[in-house]
């Protein structure tokens, strides 16, 4: 009973942490689509400029405006690369979090487990997952912020004034990531935790325990 205790007390710690941290990463990743959204309109004007034929325009006499021009768009696009740059740091800040604190739980419940026995880490009751279940939803969220992490960290390294076509694609590219990691394996989780920790509460109150 007692390593049944400290897991579901390394759990509900986890969990409160966890959604913390998911409001954080929620955030961060909302300021994605606008960001990308500026950053394909400025790749857009870029293109624009580059198809501009200058000489045969009143622009033409104008020597050093196509030059001028191109320098402001660039440090414009450098901007909003390095904002998003400031995003991804939060993105991984959680990553980390998260990970850490699962494998955390996870050598707790080593450390637990032949206290614990196999029978009772898989139990699961009526409305409760069972011990099995929990950990597994916690190596859920940790690969669903690894990978999505990782897809964000590709998908800027696309992000270049050498490749304006490629730049102006970015915001469905997003959209596209994002909708293959639709499901929300996080609050599935933490509600799964919630149940479990809940039903070990009750164990520990109840009458002969």
């Not at 929620?26 to 034929?53: C, E, F, T």
Request: glycine share 8%; charged share 25%; net charge positive.
């Amino acid at each position: 009973m007692a390593a049944a205790a400290a897991m579901a007390a390394a759990l509900r710690e986890w969990a409160a942490a966890a959604a913390g941290q998911d409001a954080a990463w929620r955030a961060a990743l909302a300021a994605w689509a606008p960001l990308l959204g500026s950053l394909a309109g400025l790749a857009a004007q870029m293109r624009a400029v580059r198809r501009l034929a200058w000489g045969g325009s009143p622009l033409g006499s104008f020597g050093g405006l196509r030059a001028r021009l191109w320098r402001k768009q660039r440090g414009a696009a450098e901007a909003l690369l390095e904002e998003l740059g400031s995003r991804r740091a939060e993105l991984r800040a959680v990553r980390d979090a998260v990970g850490a604190g699962v494998a955390a739980v996870l050598r707790l419940y080593e450390e637990r487990a032949a206290e614990l026995g196999l029978a009772a880490a898989l139990r699961r009751g009526p409305r409760c997952p069972s011990l099995a279940d929990a950990l597994e939803g916690l190596q859920d969220v940790e690969r669903y912020y690894r990978h999505l992490y990782l897809e964000s960290k590709l998908l800027l390294r696309r992000a270049s004034c050498d490749s304006l076509a490629e730049m102006e694609a970015l915001p469905q590219s997003w959209e596209r990531i994002l909708e293959r990691y639709k499901e929300d394996v996080v609050q599935d989780t933490l509600l799964k935790i919630s149940l479990f920790v809940d039903n070990q509460r009750e164990l520990c109150c109840s009458p002969g325990s």
